[in-house]
């Protein structure tokens, strides 16, 4: 009763922010700026506490039950994400947060308890102090207590990378070299049908590989290339990194979602690239006759119902190939909500074992750590009409996730609501 009636107040206390009263002053919206400050500050504080001990609840459910506690925390980690409505990734990183800040760092979990730090500034004491040991953790965190409120992100960062290398400056020096085991590639969309492609290196690759693209741009302007000088750089990035002769000649065989009225018509209905999302119909077919010039292009067809993909069907217990690409092409990311990461595995929704179907109607594409986490005891889910997938929980929560629509269907929707004939 104790738990219903505080969880009651929460939300009693969410609803009320969301009516809150005009101020009078620009004073008095300032302190409600500043109050509203705290408290959000306090609140994940809470949530840090009632993170540490979920997972504390669920070892001991663990042990009782015969079973080792070795993969609780990533199913933990995956819960706290569906219910921050966070990516997997994001979960794991803040339930480990909540571990460190309550075993580890006493005076930063009293000040962001307090509301006078911020999680994302209790997070780089935090990470900035991950490879000490524990004694000169505590160290640092008492060290930095007093003026850890009136300390910006890089003046956190600084003191206390400072403090930790006066107190074991060879742990600082071996984490540089162990930083090397994270260098990777990453990809996100930017505006305007572009793309943002980092690559975290270590530092005497970073600059190599850059020097590189400085002096081929330099040489092609020199002889008169008319592109501007980063367009050389990035022209040459994708022809090294690809093998392609042009940069421009990018197979997208698979890769293009679009209908044949956008592609062999005038249709204006988007495209879906997929890894990337919409792009205009244009765009397109730019680069499907970019590709086609060079032989790289090639049609397979899908066919759809109600702005989904649908069809496919195997006998086998793994997935076949056209299968996969089907449910990968449908699917687009990783189908638990608020993931986004890029699809690793196909997969049934109900196991095979249990007498799931190998069909498009029974799987689901998911990145590595959600399709691990998805078989821990008490993770279940559901398969519905037109590839929706309901997920659920250990706790009985379900979280409802269907695949894109189609770019075609989001078209025509948007034109509708804009009172244009589609």
Known sequence: MEMQLSNQTLAAVAGGLAVLGDAASDVELLERVRLLETVKNAAAAAQARAAVA??????EQQRSAGRPVAGTEASVSAEIALARRESPHRGRVLAGLAMVLLRELPHTMSLFSAGEVSEYRAMLVARETA????????????ALAGELPRLADR???????QVAYQL???????????????RRVTIRPAPDTMALVSALLPVAQ????????????DRACAAGDPRSRGQVMADTL?????????????PVEVQLVISDEALLGDGEAPARLVGYG?????????????????????LRRLYARHGRLVALESKRRRFPKGLRRFVAIRDEVCRTPWCGAPIRHIDHAVPARLGGATSAANGQGLCEQCNQVKEHPGWRARPGPLGA????????????????????????????????AA
């Open 131 to 142: 490879c000490l040991s524990r004694a000169d953790r505590g160290r640092v965190d008492a």
């Open 389 to 420: 997938v309901t997920i659920i929980t250990p706790n009985g929560d379900r979280y409802a996730s269907l695949p894109p629509p189609l770019p075609d269907l989001h078209y025509r929707e948007v034109r509708l609501r804009q009172g244009i």
């Open 278 to 298: 919409p792009i205009p119909a244009g765009v397109a077919r730019r680069l499907t006759l970019s590709a086609s010039k060079v032989g790289q292009a090639s």
């Open 206 to 217: 970073g600059v190599a590989l850059y020097a590189a693209l400085a002096q081929e741009a």
């Open 54 to 59: 979920l997972r504390e609840l669920r070892e």
């Open 238 to 250: 994708v022809c090294r990194a690809t093998g392609q002769a042009a940069a421009q000649a990018v």
């Open 168 to 182: 074991d400056p060879l742990s600082v020096v071996e984490r540089a070299s162990r930083a090397e085991a994270d």
């Open 155 to 161: 003046e956190i960062i600084a003191r206390a990378r």
